[in-house]
């Protein structure tokens, strides 16, 4: 088994993943301010017409570079909750006074709102960490301009989803593409007449991340364009996989045949894919050292995504976690027989990728989660079903993104070379300090004929 060669930052984020996936559902929460955002041409008052501009510019706190998120207003009067925007899920749920075991604070009050219309149909919510059983009522709902007067919406009476009791956050907020396959009422983004959004996330430590409402269609031929050929989700056909070396070889992993399809989610902190495809991922990544000394040397990871081909380098898949370690000298040894350990935090960095075998109708399935939102400007486009991304420049706005893939799917190396060369100056000095335990994990499933249907 490759891993047994490994040191221990690729096994522990095996070992934390494994626990994450059977517990917590992640922390998520959404901040929208009212920030003038006239140096980006932005206007903040609602239109009609949201298919040819940004009607509003929404912030996504950051906590621990896991946990993006932002508020909305729920209620008449406005009763503030903290949620995550998933592009994964389809649904609004929040924690509500009607569950007794969500924690105390910030949940949603039916009695305090005079626009609360009770229907009471039962449903369980089932995520990758957990689920919720809720009761869907309709509610005025509202993020920035955008409301919706009458948005059916879930009340979670009882979850066991254990991150939630500590959380950043009391709402999931789902943007999926289709239509809500748990109800027959019309999505959140629907109802805001929203075809078109955006999400980035800005590079630095603790920087935040960015949800743009309505469309950019004037940006399109710059970008990227990825066919959405997930009948529920924001997935691509992932044809290839490989890795570029620090010398410039490349090597095609072979582990997608015919295809695997891959998920470009807000709601994950990390990177999933198939275990056996992680153990030739990190055959080829190596060692990794503790303190990141050799990020420079890593491999940058390759990927044809909808007929288009991406990198990932090392600054963008590598990330940096602290760890209470005790003292095991001599004299740390005796201090722990004397009931006195030395315990000292030590940064250790290991890559961001974690195991989750699910097949789909179009192959083994990847998910992409904050890496590559930082590291691309990504849009979602819902009456095309179609993706657009390019590299996100240092203000978390989009540059040009050139394919440098020819007919036959081959890539001009020293062409990209020189545009690589260029982004990579954007990139931080040192890979983002996260939380581990603060991840969110993979969005709502639906199984069809024992395949996730995507």
């Not at 109802?191 to 935040?208: M, S, T, V």
Request: aromatic share 10%; glycine share 8%; charged share 20%.
């Amino acid at each position: 088994r490759p891993g047994a060669a490994y040191p221990r930052p690729l096994s522990r984020v095996r070992r934390v993943m494994k626990v994450l996936l059977i517990a917590p559902v992640g922390a998520l929460r959404l901040v929208a301010t009212k920030q003038p955002v006239h140096n980006l041409g932005l206007v903040t008052e609602h239109h009609n017409d949201t298919s040819n501009h940004v009607v509003y510019r929404q912030r996504q706190n950051n906590f621990a570079n896991m946990q993006y998120y932002g508020d909305f207003q729920i209620g008449t009067p406005g009763q503030t909750l903290s949620g995550i925007f998933d592009t994964g899920s389809f649904d609004l749920l929040v924690l509500s006074e009607k569950c007794s075991s969500c924690p105390a604070d910030a949940k949603y009050d039916s009695s305090k709102s005079s626009s609360f219309v009770a229907e009471g149909t039962p449903q369980r919510h089932c995520y990758g960490s957990g689920c919720a059983d809720a009761v869907i009522g309709f509610e005025k709902v509202a993020v920035g301009p955008l409301a919706a007067p009458k948005q059916a919406f879930w009340e979670i009476t009882n979850h066991e989803i254990p991150i939630m009791d500590f959380a950043r956050f009391q709402a999931i907020v789902g943007v999926g593409h289709s239509d809500s396959p748990s109800m027959e009422y019309p999505t959140m983004l629907q109802n805001f007449g929203i075809d078109e959004f955006a999400f980035c996330l800005e590079k630095g430590d603790g920087a935040p991340g960015w949800l743009y409402w309505g469309g950019e269609p004037h940006l399109h031929a710059s970008m990227a364009a990825m066919p959405v050929v997930a009948n529920h989700h924001w997935g691509a056909i992932l044809k290839t996989v490989g890795v570029r070396k620090a010398d410039g070889t490349t090597v095609d992993l072979n582990i997608c045949s015919p295809t695997c399809s891959a998920i470009i989610d807000s709601g994950t902190s990390l990177i999933a894919l198939p275990q056996a495809q992680l153990e030739k991922l990190e055959a080829q990544i190596g060692y990794v050292a503790e303190d990141c000394s050799n990020i420079d040397s890593l491999p940058t990871l390759t990927l044809n995504l909808g007929g288009n081909y991406f990198e990932l380098p090392p600054r963008a898949y590598i990330v940096r976690t602290q760890t209470a370690r005790v003292d095991t000298s001599t004299n740390g040894v005796v201090k722990i027989l004397t009931f006195q350990p030395k315990v000292e935090m030590v940064t250790e960095c290991m890559h961001s990728f974690f195991a989750m075998d699910q097949d789909t109708q179009h192959g083994m399935m990847w998910i992409l989660g904050d890496p590559w939102l930082r590291h691309y400007y990504t849009i979602y486009n819902r009456p095309t079903k179609t993706m657009y991304a390019a590299p996100a420049g240092a203000d978390c706005r989009p540059s040009p993104y050139v394919n440098f893939m020819d007919a036959s799917e081959h890539v001009n190396v020293t062409a990209f070379n020189l545009m690589r060369d260029e982004l990579n100056t954007l990139e931080p000095k040192e890979p983002v300090m996260v939380n581990i335990s603060a991840a969110r994990n993979p969005w709502k499933y639906r199984l069809v004929e024992g395949k996730m249907e995507i």
